[in-house]
């Protein structure tokens, strides 16, 4: 358990240093940092697959498509939302995507939720309202931009789960990884920025926390269960929180942090609810 609970804190540590990169690198177009998160990751990935001999194109591959193209849809949102939101905002709004998969579940796949969990998703709600209302410095492009995130995210939940056991984990990160970097590759090209200096180093690592992020947190659920696991992946909004203030300078006010409590620690509660 110790050692599940030590994987998830570095993949939240990986995933928190690649949000504060990008925040850095926000004079940088979105889809050319889309183009060099996904091309390494993708790299890494396609090597794994040969070398373990697994097939690259998968089983299901209409599904996989899907999954990649919501993907891609979600996490270039959520890199151009930085540029309008502070780092911690952005990454604790994006943690609202559980409650979009949720219902997508409800309505698609059927699942019933218990009544304490419309609780929990209603306060987290609340929170994001507090963040909007009280927060006079909040941009509603931005917020529309990650909320719009969180709503594909939610669908790729839906996705994975379709697709269940029926493909290698790793086959499903790289049809994403592969659909991102051919579509970050090309947009990019018509709206190119050369990155001079420490950008260029940071670029390429953001593929690299990226992917070890996914595999550190892949290993923490194979190694305990779920309900013991899951929660600590939320210490990646108190990183990032921290980075966003003593690096960028970041402020945020009594209503915000409140705002941001509703979120997360409701949706911590769903997670040990629904595990019950």
């Known amino acids: 358990m110790k050692k599940a609970l030590l994987f998830m804190l570095i993949s939240t540590a990986s995933f928190s240093l690649m949000n504060a990169f990008i925040k850095y690198l926000d ?4 889809f050319q940092l889309v183009f060099f998160r996904s091309i390494t990751s993708f790299i890494f990935a396609t090597t794994y697959l040969l070398s373990n001999q697994i097939n690259v194109l998968g089983n299901q591959r209409k599904l996989l498509s899907l999954r990649a193209i919501a ?3 979600s996490m270039s949102l959520f890199f151009f939302s930085f540029k309008y939101l502070s780092v911690g905002t952005a990454v604790s709004l994006r943690y609202v995507a559980p409650i979009f998969a949720a219902i997508f579940a409800v309505i698609l796949l059927k699942e019933k939720l218990k009544p304490i969990q419309w609780f929990f998703f209603f306060i987290a709600f609340t929170g994001v309202l507090i963040l909007k209302g ?4 909040m941009s509603n492009i931005g917020m529309l931009l990650v909320i719009t995130a969180s709503v ?3 669908i790729v939940y839906i996705l994975i789960r379709k697709i269940g056991k029926a ?21 990019c090209l018509f709206n190119w920025i050369q990155p001079k200096g420490l950008d260029w180093a940071l ?12 595999v ?6 194979q190694m305990a269960e779920t309900s013991r696991v899951a929660p600590i992946k939320y210490t990646e909004v108190i990183f990032t929180i921290c980075i966003g203030v003593f690096w960028f300078g970041d402020t945020y006010t009594l209503w915000s942090f409140i705002g941001l409590f509703l979120i997360v620690g409701a949706l911590i509660a769903n997670n040990f609810v629904k595990k019950e």
């Open 152 to 154: 594909f995210t939610g």
């Open 203 to 214: 670029l390429a690592s953001l593929g690299v926390f990226g992917y070890f992020g996914q």
């Open 167 to 187: 493909d290698h984990p790793v086959v499903v990160v790289n049809y994403f990884m592969f659909f991102s970097t051919i579509v970050g590759g090309i947009m």
């Open 27 to 30: 004079h940088i177009p979105g």
């Open 216 to 221: 550190f947190m892949t290993k923490a659920f």
């Open 134 to 137: 009280f927060d006079s410095e």
């Open 71 to 73: 993907g891609l849809i």
